[in-house]
């Protein structure tokens, strides 16, 4: 399994500013993950990243906006940019790995509260 | 494109009962399905996962089974407790190149009262 990390826990940002959120796995993964849940809402695939390769977008997610980076095999970042209130979500991410019950297990860490005003 | 519908949206019971969560998927093409529990403001904890070629697993008081043909999937919970109290999500693996992602449903918000 994995233990994964996130800093910020929680932000309050002012709008048209950018965070860029850290995610921090204790082992090394190839897939990584990153979603949002926008409030009362269900998870939402933003991108996949994998290290040594640009990032995969999902539909209505670019690249201008939530900018990836996965400089190595336990690390990333995602940057929400330009933030207006309708971004206001929770941001998580997760990896794939063996875990207890398959190889292909995902896990997911705590989540990042961002509010923008 | 894959599509997780769960019911009910919402369930309170009395501590002690026992009580089956539903999922269903429109695209039978899947690796495996996951079942995952979010508390209140935190992010999630896999409780099960079913690869496409199982019928069940069990963990504790939950069992989780999966009829890949039909697209269902159920969570039974065992003797609840007000500490299952939480959302509970389904997901699933697409299987197939860039298809190759988690798809959730929206949860099922579960109380259980002392």
């Known amino acids: 399994s994995a233990v994964i990390s996130q800093k910020p826990s929680r932000d309050i940002c002012q709008r048209g500013t950018s965070l860029t959120i850290q995610c921090q796995v204790d082992s090394q993964v190839t897939m990584m993950f990153w979603y949002r849940q926008q409030p009362g809402q269900s998870l939402t695939l933003i991108a996949t990243?994998?290290?040594?390769?640009?990032?995969?977008?999902e539909s209505g997610f670019v690249i201008d906006k939530f900018p990836i980076s996965r400089p190595n095999l336990t690390f990333s970042t995602l940057t929400v940019s330009n933030m207006s209130p309708e971004d206001s979500s929770i941001y998580l991410c997760?990896?794939?790995?063996?875990?207890?019950?398959?190889?292909?297990?995902?896990?997911f860490g705590p989540g990042t509260r961002l509010t923008v005003l | 494109k894959q599509e997780v519908t769960q019911i009910p949206a919402a369930l309170s019971v009395p501590e002690g009962e026992n009580l089956v969560l539903n999922c269903s998927f429109t695209d039978s093409a899947i690796y495996n399905l996951q079942w995952f529990r979010q508390d209140p403001g935190k992010g999630l904890t896999s409780l099960l996962l079913i690869q496409s070629s199982q019928r069940e697993q069990t963990s504790g008081r939950l069992n989780a089974s999966l009829d890949k043909s039909s697209g269902r999937s159920t969570l039974y919970i065992a003797a609840s407790q007000p500490g299952d109290s939480a959302t509970y999500l389904c997901a699933v693996l697409n299987s197939g190149g860039s298809n190759y992602k988690l798809t959730f449903g929206k949860g099922t918000l579960l109380t259980v009262n002392p």
């Open positions: 997760s990896v794939e790995c063996y875990g207890r019950q398959a190889y292909n297990e995902q896990f």
């Open positions: 990243a994998n290290q040594g390769s640009e990032a995969t977008y």
